[in-house]
């Protein structure tokens, strides 16, 4: 089974299971991310699917490398001379003698202090020299540049700890501890039309026309996202179809009343037959139109703008406005504040 990892935003994977439990234990995937395999319909925290199945070990870490090159015990160089020269160093007192001078006066009355002794040279053999490229011993040791969480000096391979830029990394103090959203620039694009669902259907309970004043809303917006998107074409026919049978149906009245010559009037029943094909094809194109929205809203927000946006068929032929309403509104609340509400 492969599983996906969703860290605000971005999407990885896939994993198997063996894989999050390694990334669990060594710290590049928090039990609080979110997962889902692909029987799951909803994202769930990566603690839910570990579980209480027993998290592999962390790799031991290796002991760094001596600093220094060798062993200090066989390294110190006490006064030993240096190539190229046949007496000791100067500053040096050996065999227990004070040094001098050119001028033969004694070089520790005059302040000089002894050469500091080479800490790390290799240990010449009795009668040679000592090998230079030691550290002196009691100065202060050149230390391997410090990862930043500024992410300056990072040694090569190296993490960059506090970036949220992929699940190998943790958040650290100052992006809001373990397991906190990654913060970052807000999505851009074009904001979706913003109204809450439930207000939606409220106007157009008491206002027809409202509603299909807000699904040209809704397809123009889709429009302008996907260029080729044809559902606006389809709401068009539509409505050409649901005039069209009323005016079939008044002409169809008229007629009937005139034909009369004084008497009732009877049914038009051709024009009434007529006008139900019509709006039977107004409800057809509607549908075709809400399902062409859905086709490009599915394709736009899962290639252009991942999101991982899934939209029901049922829900979509039986309350398509205010179903993509509710997403709308998700979408425009995650360009505006950088959080992404779960799809409900």
């Known amino acids: 089974m492969k599983y996906y990892i969703q860290r605000g935003l971005n999407e990885y ?8 439990q390694r990334y669990v234990a060594s710290g590049n995937i928090l039990l609080t991310d979110l997962t889902r395999n692909e029987a799951m319909q909803e994202w769930v925290p990566v603690s839910q699917v570990i579980g209480n199945i027993p998290l592999a070990p962390p790799a031991p870490m290796q002991a760094p490398a001596n600093p220094y090159g060798s062993s200090p015990a066989s390294s110190v160089i006490y006064g030993t ?13 050996p065999s227990g003698t004070p040094a001098t001078g050119a001028s033969g ?3 520790a009355a005059q302040g000089a202090s002894p050469t500091i002794p080479t800490y790390g040279a290799t240990t010449p053999a009795s009668g040679s020299q000592a090998t230079p ?3 002196p011993y009691g100065s202060v040791a050149a230390t391997p540049a410090t990862p930043s969480y500024s992410g300056a000096n990072i040694p090569a391979g190296g993490t960059v700890y506090g970036d949220p830029g992929s699940p190998g990394t943790a958040t650290y103090a100052g992006q809001g501890g373990y ?5 970052g620039a807000l999505p851009g694009g074009l904001v979706p039309p913003d109204m809450h669902w439930a207000l939606v259907l ?14 040209f809303i809704q397809a123009s917006y889709v429009k302008k996202i996907v260029p080729g998107d044809s559902s606006t074409m389809f709401y068009v026919a539509a409505v050409g179809c649901h005039v069209l049978a009323i005016i079939v149906y008044f002409f169809g009245i008229v007629a009937s009343i005139a034909g009369s010559g004084g008497r009732q009037p009877e049914a038009p029943v051709g024009a009434i037959m007529f006008m139900f094909l019509l709006l039977l094809a107004a409800v057809a194109m509607y549908v075709i139109g809400n399902f062409k929205m859905r086709e490009s809203l599915l394709d736009y927000y899962n290639r252009v703008e991942p999101i991982n946006l899934r939209l029901s068929g049922v ?3 039986f309350f398509a406005k205010y179903y993509f309403q509710h997403h ?7 360009k505006k504040t950088g959080y992404l509400a779960p799809q409900g």
């Not at 994977?13 to 999050?20: F, I, N």
């Not at 008491?206 to 699904?215: M, Q, R, S, T, Y």
């Not at 709308?328 to 995650?334: L, T």
């Open 133 to 135: 490229g030691g550290t």
């Open 13 to 20: 994977g896939p994993y198997t299971l063996a894989d999050l």
């Open 315 to 317: 829900m979509t032929f």
């Open 105 to 107: 006066q004694n070089v």
């Open 202 to 215: 409220l106007i157009n309970f008491f206002c027809n026309i409202f509603g299909l004043v807000w699904k």
């Open 179 to 183: 397991g906190a959203r990654p913060t």
């Open 81 to 93: 001379s240096q190539p190229g020269s046949s007496g000791p160093i100067a500053g040096t007192t």
């Open 328 to 334: 709308f509104s998700r979408i425009a609340a995650w």
